[in-house]
């Protein structure tokens, strides 16, 4: 299963995007009742992945500090769609930013992902 971002760009300081995900042939709540946890990392050149939004195994949706307040996790009327609407944007949000899904070991890794998207890729600057 593939999944495929878009939403990506480059917006100003104080700007907003928002980044969706889709998953041909994947119901995302059916994926949820089924125990995967779904969501967002980014990454940036040299830096490791960061999980900055999911949804956990029970479907209990979390954030990561450094976007807490200014992003906001859901999933579409359709189900087959995971947003990320991201507010009040800083240059530290620029990264490329990857859909996933899979696992749920008590914590949202990269390394327990199955699935992954290519990547958008998000820039915040003057």
């Known amino acids: 299963v593939q999944l495929v971002e878009s939403g990506g760009g480059s917006v100003r300081p104080g700007g907003s995007l928002r980044l969706s995900c889709t998953a041909p042939?994947?119901?995302?709540?059916?994926?949820?009742?089924?125990?995967?946890?779904l969501g967002w990392f980014r990454q940036t050149p040299g830096q490791q992945r960061e999980g900055i939004a999911w949804?956990?195994?029970?479907?209990?949706?979390s954030y990561a500090l450094s976007v807490k307040g200014r992003i906001t996790l859901s999933i579409d009327d359709t189900k087959t769609t995971l947003l990320l609407q991201m507010n009040n944007l800083n240059s530290e949000d620029t990264a490329m930013y990857y859909c996933?899904?899979?696992?749920?070991?008590?914590?949202?890794?990269?390394?327990?992902?199955?699935?992954w998207g290519k990547g958008a890729q998000v820039t915040v600057s003057e």
């Open positions: 996933a899904a899979g696992g749920y070991g008590g914590a949202w890794s990269d390394v327990d992902m199955e699935y």
């Open positions: 042939g994947l119901i995302f709540r059916r994926s949820l009742s089924q125990g995967y946890a």
């Open positions: 949804f956990d195994d029970d479907g209990r949706i």
